[in-house]
Nanobody
Framework: QVQLVESGGGLVQAGGSLRLSCAASGTIFSTKAMGWYRQAPGKERELVAAISSGGSTYYADSVKGRFTISRDNSKNTLYLQINSLKPEDTAMYYC?????????????????WGQGTQVTVSS
Protein backbone atom coordinates (compact mmCIF):
# COMPACT_ATOMS: atom_id res chain seq x y z
CA GLN A 1 0.00 0.00 0.00
CA VAL A 2 1.38 3.37 -1.02
CA GLN A 3 1.58 6.03 1.66
CA LEU A 4 2.44 9.69 1.16
CA VAL A 5 3.04 11.92 4.16
CA GLU A 6 3.47 15.67 3.73
CA SER A 7 5.17 18.00 6.17
CA GLY A 8 6.61 21.49 6.31
CA GLY A 9 3.53 23.65 6.09
CA GLY A 10 2.83 26.51 8.46
CA LEU A 11 1.99 30.15 8.95
CA VAL A 12 4.38 32.56 7.27
CA GLN A 13 4.41 36.23 6.38
CA ALA A 14 4.18 37.37 2.79
CA GLY A 15 7.58 37.27 1.16
CA GLY A 16 8.72 34.37 3.29
CA SER A 17 9.69 30.84 2.32
CA LEU A 18 8.73 27.29 3.17
CA ARG A 19 10.00 23.88 2.15
CA LEU A 20 7.39 21.18 1.90
CA SER A 21 8.37 17.52 2.04
CA CYS A 22 6.53 14.37 1.04
CA ALA A 23 7.80 11.04 2.31
CA ALA A 24 6.73 8.06 0.21
CA SER A 25 6.55 4.42 1.24
CA GLY A 26 5.15 1.20 -0.16
CA THR A 27 6.15 1.90 -3.74
CA ILE A 28 9.17 2.13 -5.98
CA PHE A 29 9.35 5.89 -5.62
CA SER A 30 12.01 6.38 -8.28
CA THR A 31 9.71 5.01 -11.01
CA LYS A 32 6.81 7.35 -10.28
CA ALA A 33 6.08 10.80 -11.60
CA MET A 34 5.03 13.03 -8.70
CA GLY A 35 3.10 16.22 -8.26
CA TRP A 36 2.17 18.94 -5.80
CA TYR A 37 -1.41 20.15 -5.82
CA ARG A 38 -3.06 22.83 -3.71
CA GLN A 39 -6.63 23.58 -2.80
CA ALA A 40 -7.91 26.79 -1.28
CA PRO A 41 -11.32 27.00 0.40
CA GLY A 42 -14.08 27.12 -2.18
CA LYS A 43 -11.72 26.45 -5.07
CA GLU A 44 -10.80 23.42 -7.14
CA ARG A 45 -7.65 21.49 -6.50
CA GLU A 46 -4.95 22.76 -8.86
CA LEU A 47 -1.61 21.39 -9.98
CA VAL A 48 1.23 23.71 -9.03
CA ALA A 49 4.24 21.57 -9.93
CA ALA A 50 5.08 18.13 -11.24
CA ILE A 51 8.21 16.08 -11.80
CA SER A 52 8.87 12.99 -13.88
CA SER A 53 10.77 9.97 -12.64
CA GLY A 54 13.75 11.31 -14.58
CA GLY A 55 13.56 14.83 -13.16
CA SER A 56 11.74 16.78 -15.87
CA THR A 57 9.55 19.46 -14.31
CA TYR A 58 6.38 21.42 -14.91
CA TYR A 59 5.15 24.53 -13.12
CA ALA A 60 1.86 26.37 -13.22
CA ASP A 61 2.24 29.91 -14.52
CA SER A 62 1.18 31.33 -11.17
CA VAL A 63 4.18 29.83 -9.38
CA LYS A 64 6.94 29.92 -11.99
CA GLY A 65 10.09 31.48 -10.62
CA ARG A 66 8.93 31.09 -7.00
CA PHE A 67 8.34 27.34 -6.56
CA THR A 68 10.88 24.59 -7.13
CA ILE A 69 9.96 20.92 -7.17
CA SER A 70 12.65 18.32 -6.61
CA ARG A 71 13.03 14.72 -5.55
CA ASP A 72 15.58 12.63 -3.69
CA ASN A 73 15.08 9.06 -4.81
CA SER A 74 17.60 7.78 -2.25
CA LYS A 75 15.31 9.12 0.50
CA ASN A 76 11.97 8.41 -1.23
CA THR A 77 11.13 12.05 -0.70
CA LEU A 78 9.57 14.78 -2.80
CA TYR A 79 10.14 18.46 -2.05
CA LEU A 80 8.55 21.78 -2.88
CA GLN A 81 10.59 24.88 -2.15
CA ILE A 82 8.29 27.89 -1.98
CA ASN A 83 9.79 31.38 -2.05
CA SER A 84 8.32 34.88 -2.16
CA LEU A 85 5.08 33.62 -0.66
CA LYS A 86 1.91 35.57 -1.37
CA PRO A 87 -1.42 35.56 0.49
CA GLU A 88 -2.98 33.89 -2.56
CA ASP A 89 -0.67 30.90 -2.00
CA THR A 90 -2.69 30.08 1.11
CA ALA A 91 -4.08 26.57 0.64
CA MET A 92 -3.81 22.95 1.64
CA TYR A 93 -0.92 21.45 -0.29
CA TYR A 94 -1.10 17.82 -1.37
CA CYS A 95 1.53 15.44 -2.63
CA UNK A 96 0.41 12.95 -5.27
CA UNK A 97 1.94 9.97 -7.04
CA UNK A 98 1.23 8.95 -10.61
CA UNK A 99 1.32 5.42 -11.99
CA UNK A 100 3.53 6.65 -14.83
CA UNK A 101 7.08 7.89 -15.27
CA UNK A 102 6.41 10.98 -17.38
CA UNK A 103 5.16 14.30 -16.03
CA UNK A 104 1.45 14.04 -15.32
CA UNK A 105 -0.66 17.13 -15.88
CA UNK A 106 -4.11 15.64 -15.36
CA UNK A 107 -5.46 14.98 -11.89
CA UNK A 108 -6.91 11.71 -13.19
CA UNK A 109 -3.38 10.34 -13.64
CA UNK A 110 -2.57 10.61 -9.94
CA UNK A 111 -3.55 7.50 -8.08
CA UNK A 112 -2.15 8.11 -4.61
CA TRP A 113 -2.57 11.16 -2.39
CA GLY A 114 -1.27 12.39 0.91
CA GLN A 115 -3.37 14.00 3.62
CA GLY A 116 -2.05 17.47 2.91
CA THR A 117 -0.15 20.16 4.76
CA GLN A 118 -1.60 23.62 5.35
CA VAL A 119 0.21 26.71 4.12
CA THR A 120 -1.10 30.04 5.38
CA VAL A 121 0.42 33.31 4.24
CA SER A 122 -0.37 36.49 6.15
CA SER A 123 -0.20 39.89 4.49
Amino acid sequence: QVQLVESGGGLVQAGGSLRLSCAASGTIFSTKAMGWYRQAPGKERELVAAISSGGSTYYADSVKGRFTISRDNSKNTLYLQINSLKPEDTAMYYCAASQHRIVALSISLYRYWGQGTQVTVSS
